[in-house]
């Protein structure tokens, strides 16, 4: 019988990369929450129309990309692609404007999107998403960027680049829409039959299209820097200060826009040169009228997403495996003593220290290979000899020298030396 092989783009995460993103969530949790973000956890499932509405009905993700299905009754529901409508759902729903705690969230799990499966891009993939509500100084927008350095530095991350842009807000976009216009239907003929349509329907979507005869046409397009207004000018050469308060190097570029059309004013991404065309490690921006549009408060919101599937490939291209072995393995011979071994696994076990055995009838010398392989420090051994002596010798295997442990303390003996010898505690 054929066995059954996983869905296409969804991929299992196996023990011996496991460590990778408990390294990552571990580190994201610890830089949020010193920021003052707190962790929130949505469905996984949505009504289609809340990202109908907030990423854009003409958006890729919605057009072509969303798991969508209509439940028993006929509603249509959605694997959720994108973590910002939900958070913001959830805070209007369940009424988190009250909560003066509730200003600042973050999120870590799977989204869905039904896009071609490559390296570091996957169907079911996972982010890290912040979000924060409420606040529309720019001293913020230069905080979460400031944040998402402090995050991939911590991480050990290094050569990413912050690429930055206002798209304005709705007042500066009439002009500049027009403009675009203008320019993509002089070059309809050169663009590909998504743009073509999108010079109609939402003809900033052309920036984020991935054709090349489109990217070539659009080095020649009207930019958004030059047509904002006032306040939304004033806010951007804020944001900059700050950054540079902050020595927080970024580059200016024009032609990004981010690919959701809830996006205003500052937007921003994390692009790396190692990972070939998947280049964005990550990024956000500000989101000032989504929440308004959801039908809750006018609150003003900025965020980011990170994808963890590249930050682990980046990690892993410049950094030893974070793989757990067991601190210390318990070899046996004969009945008694394994009876004896068992006993001191689970009591190490209870107190926190990461503890193996050999749950078989295996000889010794298949024992002592076995703690090699997991890559066990320590091997205590013990045998009828040693329960007659009442001692045993815990050998270091890297050292390759070893000490005596009294028998009648040794789960006390172990679960101090462990503490004090261990890596893992340094």
Not at 105 to 115: D, N, S, V
Not at 264 to 283: K, P, Y
Request: proline content about 4%.
């Amino acid at each position: 019988m054929e066995y059954i092989q996983a869905v296409k783009g969804m991929n299992d995460i196996l023990p011996h990369d496991i460590g990778w993103w408990q390294k990552v969530e571990a580190t994201a949790r610890e830089v949020l929450e010193t920021f003052g973000y707190r962790e929130i956890r949505t469905p996984l499932v949505e009504k289609l129309e809340l990202f109908a509405r907030s990423i854009g009905e003409s958006t890729d993700i919605v057009e072509k990309e969303m798991y969508a299905f209509p439940d028993r009754k006929g509603r249509w529901l959605t694997l959720r692609p994108e973590a910002t409508a939900s958070i913001v759902r959830a805070f209007i729903e369940r009424n988190l404007q009250s909560d003066p705690l509730a200003r600042k969230f973050y999120t870590l799990g799977p989204m869905f999107r039904h896009e071609r499966p490559q390296k570091g891009r996957y169907r079911q993939f996972h982010q890290i998403d912040a979000e924060a509500f409420g606040i529309d100084d720019p001293m913020l927008d230069a905080e979460i960027m400031f944040m998402l350095r402090c995050f991939l530095e911590k991480l050990g991350i290094g050569g990413v680049k912050l690429h930055i842009n206002s798209l304005g807000c709705r007042e500066c976009r009439k002009p500049f829409r027009e403009s675009l216009q203008a320019f993509l239907e002089e070059r309809i003929a050169a663009l590909c039959p998504d743009c073509a349509r999108r010079s109609r329907v939402n003809p900033l979507r052309a920036f984020d299209c991935k054709v090349e005869q489109c990217r070539e046409q659009m080095e020649e397009a009207p930019a958004l820097l030059d047509f904002l207004c006032r306040d939304c000018a004033e806010h951007f050469e804020a944001v900059k200060r700050h950054l540079d308060r902050l020595e927080t190097p970024y580059r200016i570029d024009p032609r990004m826009v981010r690919g959701l059309d809830y996006y205003m004013r500052t937007t921003f991404e994390v692009i790396t040169d190692q990972l070939g065309a998947q280049n964005a490690v990550g990024g956000g921006g500000r989101y000032d009228g989504l929440m308004k549009d959801l039908g809750g408060p006018d609150l003003p919101g900025i965020g980011f997403a990170i994808g963890m599937e590249r930050l682990i490939l980046l990690l892993q291209q410049s950094q030893d495996g974070t793989l757990k072995t067991p601190e210390i393995f318990l070899a046996s011979v004969g009945d008694d003593a394994r009876d004896r071994c068992f006993l001191m696994v689970q009591r190490l076990r209870d107190r926190g220290v990461a503890a193996e055995m050999e749950y078989g009838n295996a000889g010794l010398k298949s024992q002592m290979r076995r703690a090699d392989k997991l890559g066990a420090r320590y091997v205590l051994i013990l045998g009828q000899d040693e329960i007659q002596r009442n001692a045993a010798p815990l050998r270091d295997m890297i050292e390759k020298n070893q000490v005596e442990v009294p028998l009648a303390t040794a789960v006390d003996f172990l679960t101090e030396f462990i503490r004090k010898h261990s890596t893992r505690n340094r």
